[in-house]
């Protein structure tokens, strides 16, 4: 069967086909997963403007949807059903998927399933890898959410923490933001961090609780929090900084930003790069403890990272080599499954789908929808 994946939540409009294979270790292969993005929009901006991001689901969704059909070779009488991101995310941008997809569920005669967004992100690595072994605990950790979910058996899914403030991709964007490097923050963090000494700036390690690793776990210290983090960066940056830097390399992504030109600190790049490596480290290590400590707090027999920071080189190769080191099998989605798609919408969907859920026609988006 093939099933018809939608995904709007913030400012990607991303349509896919996946089928089912019929092999119970690797349930779905992927036939199209098209993505239109709207950075080049809302980097002028400095971030997502919801406002303009809804409009732009608006002209792209026909398109996108039509262009996924095509990719996978397929009809819409080919499809067995369709799957749509119900929340959370931004309202406006929800709205119009779910509305596309009621209407054409409709017109169609197919079955629609309502998808949470992180069960998207946490099915991506199923996806990519094929099943877990279970029970796993994964780390969600993308613009909106840093969250670790303990997963006992296929689609469920135990929140087992939380971010408390910033989620890790949103620390990511506001550092970039703060050091003049442009809209999205992660990528370019990312690659600036390679050339850059990660001991050169100290900044504090993000701790909830001192608790001993012997002691009985305390309500809430697998939680994250990274606004601190942020500000620590923040005040670096006051302190040292003067004049105004212009970086010469404009990045994977275009020019940098043009705001704030004469608030922009003065740094060499490579000093720009030991603060990116500096923030980098100290970030990947909080998220790698955290899970690993779950891992074994929750017995867990595998381990997964999704959303999109998970496409960090250093996070991957971080998971990969604890993983080794502790004999824990370790999943990680491609670079393409990382970051918003709904190929993994389309995945959650199947899933959804075969344990019984169908959505009700009154189907309406969720911004704040809990997992
Ligand atoms: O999952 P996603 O595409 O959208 C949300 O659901 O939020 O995640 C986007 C986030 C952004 O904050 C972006 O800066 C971050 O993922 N990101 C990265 C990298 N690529 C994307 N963060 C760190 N390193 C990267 N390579
Ligand atoms: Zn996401």
Redesign the pocket.
């Known amino acids: 069967m093939l099933i018809l994946g939608i995904e709007t939540?913030?400012?990607?409009t991303a349509a896919a086909v996946v089928e089912e294979t019929g092999d119970g270790d690797r349930p779905w292969a992927i036939r199209s997963n098209v993505i239109a993005s709207q950075i080049p929009i809302h980097r002028e901006w400095g971030g997502v403007v919801p406002e303009l991001a809804s409009r732009q689901h608006i002209r792209d969704i026909c398109g996108v949807v039509e262009h996924a059909l095509q990719d996978a070779r397929a009809t819409w009488s080919d499809l067995g059903a369709l799957a749509v991101t119900q929340g959370p995310?931004l309202v406006g941008s929800l709205l119009v998927g779910v509305a596309f997809a009621k209407a054409s569920a409709a017109a169609a005669g197919l079955p629609l399933v309502a998808v949470h967004?992180l069960a998207g992100?946490i099915e991506s690595l199923v996806l990519q890898n094929g099943e877990l072994p279970l029970p796993a605990v994964v780390l969600v950790?993308?613009?909106?959410?840093t969250s670790l979910y303990l997963v006992p058996q296929a689609g469920r899914y135990e929140r087992l923490s939380r971010t408390r403030d910033d989620?890790?991709?949103?620390a990511?964007?506001k550092v970039?933001k703060l050091l003049g490097l442009g809209?999205?923050?992660?990528?370019v963090?990312?690659?600036l961090a390679r050339g850059g000494n990660d001991r050169a700036v100290a900044l504090p390690t993000p701790r909830l609780t001192h608790a001993d690793r012997n002691a009985p776990a305390l309500k809430g210290d697998l939680d994250f929090s990274f606004s601190g983090l942020k500000t620590a960066v923040l005040r670096y940056v006051r302190k040292k900084g003067t004049g105004v830097f212009l970086p010469d390399d404009p990045g994977p992504h275009g020019p940098p930003g043009r705001a704030q030109k004469d608030s922009r600190p003065l740094f060499t790049e490579s000093e720009i790069a030991d603060i990116c490596a500096s923030f980098?480290r100290v970030?990947v290590t909080t998220l790698i403890d955290r899970l690993f400590d779950a891992a074994r707090r929750y017995q867990a027999k595998s381990i997964g990272i999704a959303?999109?920071?998970?496409?960090?080189?250093?996070?991957r190769a971080e998971l990969q080599a604890h993983g080794l080191l502790r004999e824990m099998p370790t999943f990680l989605p491609s670079?393409a499954l990382?970051?918003?798609?709904a190929a993994m919408i389309a995945a959650a969907g199947l899933r959804k789908l075969r344990a019984g859920s169908i959505a009700p026609a009154g189907l309406n988006a969720d911004a704040a929808l809990p997992l």
């Open positions: 939540s913030c400012d990607e995310g967004h992100h950790v993308s613009g909106g959410h989620a890790a991709g949103e990511y964007d970039a809209y999205p923050g992660g990528p963090i990312d690659r980098q970030v959303g999109g920071v998970s496409a960090n080189s250093r996070l670079a990382s970051t918003d798609n």
